[in-house]
């Protein structure tokens, strides 16, 4: 998980506890699991949403620092995207006997 969809998943989860609807922070951490692939993430993602559940009275005045701090801790947890762990993906090398969809030129 890149930084940018973490503080997507926290702006809509302090959202959702602003107005009150649990369920839908259940639905957003539940959903941001499933299509994740890191577990670093996913436990920065679950202490989030319990400090931000925990928190959610005093949530008002000091938002701007909790979401600050959750953005800290993912990057020292190493949950950022920004790891050496992870590639870039190869590109295709075409060869000249062989199509993308598996068949041969024709020869």
Do not use: C, H
Not at 13 to 18: D, N, V, Y
Not at 40 to 61: C, M, N, Q, R, W
Not at 79 to 106: I, N
């Amino acid at each position: 998980m890149d930084l940018f969809n973490l503080m997507i998943t926290l702006i809509l989860m302090m959202l959702a506890l602003q107005f009150g609807e649990n369920w839908l922070v259940i639905a957003v951490v539940a959903i941001t699991i499933l299509t994740m692939r890191d577990l670093k993430a996913t436990v920065v993602l679950l202490i989030a949403a319990g400090v931000l559940y925990f928190a959610k009275e005093s949530l008002d005045p000091y938002w701007p620092f909790l979401f600050f701090g959750l953005i800290i801790l993912a990057l020292l947890m190493g949950a950022g995207g920004g790891g050496q762990g992870e590639q870039q993906a190869e590109y295709y090398s075409p060869d000249m006997y062989s199509g993308l969809m598996g068949g041969g030129g024709g020869f």
